[in-house]
T-cell receptor, first 114, second 111 residues
């Protein structure tokens, strides 16, 4: 079974600064995907970024990038130039194994201070 | 997301009553999932389906059943609701290597 650990229940950042959210996972699978989802107060789950395990290059989506360390089983999210709209709960998730079930971490609540 | 809808969006029910939540997709995806979200626990998988009439249990399946008689519909039933089932329920759909899409969630309160 897969496990996903987010060790930071809460984080805060100043507007325009950079913040990194941590995520580690444990799996015996070799073929899998990793995701970061954002959940604002509207409770909608919004995909931020996705990383295929077989790709060594770190995924990037505008101000969002990941640091994927496969051997260390680490998948951190960096948010650059933080904006007030980035304030939300962020979930790290692992997708793999039979039937590609998603396993989530417990989340990190990000506050952005003006 | 327009390709997946959940109903109802909110529901209050009494302890001991049966409750059915509906997930409907228009994407023709093979995989469908039900999750519950509780503070401090993230999202946990209840049941999932990998095809019509093909379902299996997730990590928190006790007290829940599911059915999928058509590709587009995945029903979650609480056979006899308890206060511990007060939660926000999310449905998700997936096609392998494409990604996962979530519904807007159902907030269920059991009183």
């Amino acid at each position: 079974a897969q496990t996903v650990t987010q060790s930071q229940p809460e984080m805060s950042v100043q507007e325009a600064e950079t913040v990194t959210l941590s995520c580690t996972y444990d799996t015996s699978e070799s073929d899998y995907y990793l995701f970061w989802y954002k959940q604002p107060p509207s409770r909608q789950m919004i995909l931020v970024i996705r990383q295929e395990a077989y790709k060594q290059q770190n995924a990037t989506e505008n101000r969002f990038s990941v640091n994927f360390q496969k051997a260390a089983k680490s998948f951190s999210l960096k948010i650059s130039d933080s904006q007030l709209g980035d304030a939300a709960m962020y979930f790290c998730a692992f997708g793999g194994g039979s039937n590609y079930k998603l396993t989530f971490g417990k989340g990190t609540l990000l506050t952005v201070n003006p | 997301d327009a390709g997946i809808t959940q109903s109802p969006r909110h529901k209050v029910t009494e302890t001991g009553t049966p409750v059915t939540l509906r997930c409907h997709q228009t994407e023709n995806h093979r995989y469908m999932y039900w999750y519950r979200q509780d503070p401090g626990h993230g999202l946990r998988l209840i049941h999932y389906s990998y095809g019509v009439k093909d379902t299996d249990k997730g990590e928190v399946s006790d007290g829940y059943s599911v059915s999928r008689s058509k590709t587009e519909d995945f029903l979650l039933t609480l056979e006899s609701a308890t206060s511990s089932q007060t939660s926000v329920y999310f449905c998700a759909i997936s096609e392998l290597r494409v990604g996962y899409t979530f519904g807007s969630g159902t907030r269920l309160t059991v009183v």
